[in-house]
């Protein structure tokens, strides 16, 4: 992530994946506050900019452990996804089971229920993909699992239970996408 030229041909999510870790990595550090990392985390999500991507955290400490090296690039890494469709029925995720790095959630005139309570997680950032038309979509995380809501909402509700302080060493689940006459809850449960 020393220059643009670096990041040019990635693909946007890849940087936002990057950029993310890098700002959980400089909160732990105590290098920003939380207010900075709150306000940093809701531009890396919202945009499409490579270069925005680039500018959040062109002058943080880069954080150098093996796993974040850039080398580490292949671009199949993004065919690791999951899906889950009910429509006119309900569907669940329970018990032990591993997390994809995005999941694909559709829900019409339905109920989705994901409970991430003994999921192991593959990737410390998972993106949930939600269109939740007529129907319910509840997600169960346990205490230490971060929640990022950025979700869509026309004459429906969305509410987020999960605890408000960010905790940067733990997974952070990401959701994104529409909810029309319907309702997301997030929750928090042992």
Same mark, same amino acid.
Not at 12 to 39: A, T, W
Not at 127 to 133: A, E
């Given at each position: 992530?020393?220059?643009?030229?670096?990041?040019?041909?990635?693909?946007?999510?890849?940087?936002? @994946?990057?950029?993310?870790?890098?700002? /959980?990595?400089?909160?732990? /550090?105590?290098?920003?506050?939380?207010?900075?990392?709150?306000?940093?985390?809701?531009?890396?999500?919202?945009?499409?900019? /490579?270069?925005?991507?680039?500018?959040?955290?062109?002058?943080?400490?880069?954080? @150098?452990?093996?796993?974040?090296?850039?080398?580490?690039?292949?671009?199949?890494?993004?065919?690791?996804? @999951?899906?889950?469709?009910?429509?006119?029925?309900?569907? /669940?995720?329970?018990?032990?089971?591993?997390?994809?790095?995005?999941?694909?959630?559709?829900?019409?005139?339905?109920?989705?229920?994901?409970?991430?309570?003994?999921?192991?997680?593959?990737?410390?950032?998972?993106?949930?993909?939600? @269109?939740?038309?007529?129907?319910?979509?509840?997600?169960?995380?346990?205490?230490?699992?971060?929640?990022?809501?950025?979700?869509?909402?026309?004459?429906?509700?969305?509410?987020?239970?999960?605890?408000?302080?960010?905790?940067?060493?733990?997974?952070?689940?990401?959701?994104?996408?529409?909810?029309?006459?319907?309702?997301?809850?997030?929750?928090?449960?042992?």
């Amino acid at each position: 992530m020393n220059s643009l030229v670096e990041w040019k041909d990635r693909p946007v999510k890849y940087l936002r @994946d990057k950029v993310i870790s890098q700002l /959980k990595y400089n909160l732990g /550090k105590d290098h920003l506050e939380i207010e900075e990392f709150d306000q940093m985390m809701r531009v890396a999500l919202s945009t499409q900019s /490579k270069s925005e991507l680039f500018s959040l955290v062109a002058d943080l400490p880069k954080d @150098d452990s093996p796993e974040t090296q850039e080398s580490d690039y292949k671009p199949d890494v993004y065919r690791n996804r @999951d899906m889950l469709v009910s429509v006119m029925s309900e569907q /669940k995720r329970i018990g032990n089971w591993f997390s994809s790095k995005q999941l694909r959630v559709i829900t019409v005139m339905g109920a989705s229920e994901i409970d991430f309570r003994d999921v192991r997680f593959k990737s410390d950032l998972l993106y949930i993909s939600l @269109d939740c038309w007529f129907g319910e979509v509840r997600v169960i995380v346990p205490p230490g699992v971060n929640v990022i809501s950025n979700v869509l909402t026309i004459a429906a509700a969305a509410g987020n239970k999960n605890r408000t302080r960010l905790d940067p060493n733990a997974p952070t689940i990401v959701i994104e996408g529409k909810v029309l006459f319907g309702e997301l809850a997030i929750k928090e449960k042992t």
